[in-house]
Nanobody, 116 residues
Framework: QVQLVESGGGLVQPGGSLRLSCAASGFPFSRYAMRWYRQAPGNERELVAIIFSSGVLTKYADSVKGRFTISRDDAKKMMYLQMDSLKSEDTAVYYC?????????WGQGTQVTVSS
């Protein structure tokens, strides 16, 4: 069965950096696009970044463009989100996402808090 497990969240000061990881299993990881979403309290879940199966093509929300970098390691079945120049508005629970056969799969999420 599909499993997605996020890690790497925590408390960081504004301007700091964090690297999130998503460990995937139960499906042919290299064949699928993967996504990072986030959800702040009182807000809808929003798409942060996508990385396609090639690993070359990526897309970002305007709010994180130039500060976040999505990547993947197909051999390890891992996806990453490098977050730099963090702002208070980046505070949210971050989720790893897979769309497979018209089903959305989610991890449990990892909390990122940006605060001084």
């Amino acid at each position: 069965q599909v499993q997605l497990v996020e890690s790497g969240g925590g408390l960081v000061q504004p301007g700091g950096s964090l690297r999130l990881s998503c460990a995937a299993s139960g499906f042919p990881f290299s064949r699928y696009a993967m996504r990072w979403y986030r959800q702040a309290p009182g807000n809808e879940r929003e798409l942060v970044a996508i990385i396609f199966s090639s690993g070359v093509l990526t897309k970002y929300a305007d709010s994180v463009k130039g500060r976040f970098t999505i990547s993947r390691d197909d051999a390890k079945k891992m996806m990453y989100l490098q977050m730099d120049s963090l702002k208070s508005e980046d505070t949210a629970v971050y989720y790893c996402n897979l769309g497979l056969d018209n089903v959305n799969y989610w991890g449990q999420g990892t909390q990122v808090t940006v605060s001084s």
